[in-house]
């Protein structure tokens, strides 16, 4: 049985909660947060959605769930291996001297941020719709 209420409602917190992960990844650069954190806000908010509107509603929104995990562990690496290009040892922290407005400075620590962001993101939702295809 679908609630009509709680389909319209997911539409509406589904772009606000997305917004959200996003604050807590970029918050989580200086202050508690992060992207594991911010991951799992945005596999809530996929979540909510598969629940209130079916897999196959959902899989038409967030279709690339496996691209996500292939993308944050690229992040990741990526952001391990910089430091080796600059002779450093492997994941070493590094950071620029210009910064964004509302990020701040930006780094290696903050790219791999990003990487765990989409892999939670990916591995999360994956999870959410095979475990919701099963009932």
Do not use: C
């Amino acid at each position: 049985m679908r609630s009509l209420i709680l389909s319209t409602a997911s539409k509406i917190l589904l772009p606000v909660l997305l917004v959200f992960s996003f604050f807590v990844l970029i918050r989580g650069h200086y202050e508690p947060g992060g992207g594991f954190v911010g991951g799992l806000v945005a596999a809530s908010a996929f979540a909510l959605f598969t629940i209130s509107n079916g897999v196959k509603e959902a899989r038409r929104m967030f279709p690339h769930a496996k691209l996500f995990i292939i993308l944050g562990l690229s992040f990741a690496l990526i952001s391990g291996l910089i430091p080796v290009a600059f002779g450093q040892i492997a994941f070493t922290g590094l950071w620029t001297d210009f910064s964004l407005p509302v990020i701040g400075k930006m780094s290696t620590p903050f790219l791999f941020d990003i990487g765990v962001y989409f892999v939670v993101v990916g591995i999360a939702t994956s999870i959410i719709f095979t475990l919701k295809m099963k009932e």
